[in-house]
């Protein structure tokens, strides 16, 4: 089950988990739209993996007890503001990649 960060890692933009500027990759590093798209270049500092928006998970109660009420968002602040020349460098052989291909 996802996580549902609080913030972005670079910025420390709020993300609640309604927020459709959430971005994850596949380890759910969590960062803001603006972020992935204009620090990171479509590359997970961490990883190096692509980012997708991150789903909604349902307010209400629809069915099962599958909802936020039920399984609420982390509250667990994770900052860890890029550097960007080095995430520049690290980037550079990356981010010409699909991310289907990394
Ligand atoms: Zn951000
Ligand atoms: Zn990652």
């Given at each position: 089950m996802l996580e549902l960060r609080p913030t972005c890692e670079n910025c420390g933009k709020a993300l609640p988990p309604d927020a459709s500027e959430a971005r994850i990759c596949s380890y759910e590093c969590t960062f803001c739209a603006a972020c992935v798209d204009e620090v990171l270049d479509n590359v997970c500092p961490n990883c190096g993996g692509g980012f997708v928006p991150r789903p909604i998970r349902p307010a209400t109660n629809w069915?099962?007890?599958?909802?936020?009420?039920?399984?609420?968002?982390?509250?667990?602040?994770?900052?860890?503001?890029?550097?960007?020349?080095?995430?520049a460098r690290f980037a550079a052989p990356i981010k010409g990649i699909p991310p289907e291909k990394r």
């Open positions: 069915n099962g007890d599958n909802f936020l009420g039920n399984d609420p968002a982390s509250t667990t602040v994770r900052h860890r503001p890029v550097d960007r020349a080095a995430h």
